[in-house]
């Protein structure tokens, strides 16, 4: 049975891998397919534990766009500057997911992709570039990815025969635009098994 449980700060991220140590003492390193949600204030030397444990992170790297200013007030610079590390976490061979966590931020995927490929505060500042991910590792965690956590990567995911036609269709390519246009993007169709469920009126 897939586990996903919520751990935010740091300390919570800690208790997390001392619970897994203590339920999983058998086989710390066995795929028990565990996700991590939000896991926002990892630190540098936690990453090697989501590899050895196998535990996957699902980010949420809009708070760089909407809550930078209060994390770096709240926790300072050095750890808001490190929230949602992706680039990290994908460089460690991580296969990390990235979520909305709606009503919380709006339900809008494209500004999603474009917060963690610019990492740019509602202020305008830079919120640790070293963590931003490209277009196409940030399209990953919004769809291969996520179905390799739900274990529906046979059926989903990405596009191939036998899965479901599950897509949408854009007015623009998100890894040919500048950057900083992703979020101006427009969903023109969207389609679910084939079948086309919205269609917008004037493409």
Known sequence: MPLNLHANGDAAIDTFFKAHEFAAAGDLTKDRNVTMIHAQFTRKDQIPKYV???IRPSFYTLHTYYFAEAHIANRGKEQAMYISPMRAAIDAGLHPSNHTDFVVAPLDQMFMLWSAVNRISRGG???GLDQR???LEGLKTMTIWPAEQYGEQASKGSLEAGKLADLVILDKNPLKVDP???KDIKVVE??????TIYKAANP
Not at 190 to 195: M, N, Q, S, V
């Open 52 to 54: 050895e444990y196998k």
């Open 133 to 135: 991910v490209t277009p």
């Open 180 to 182: 900083m246009a992703i």
């Open 125 to 127: 500042t830079e919120i």
């Open 190 to 195: 969207t389609i679910k098994e084939g079948k």
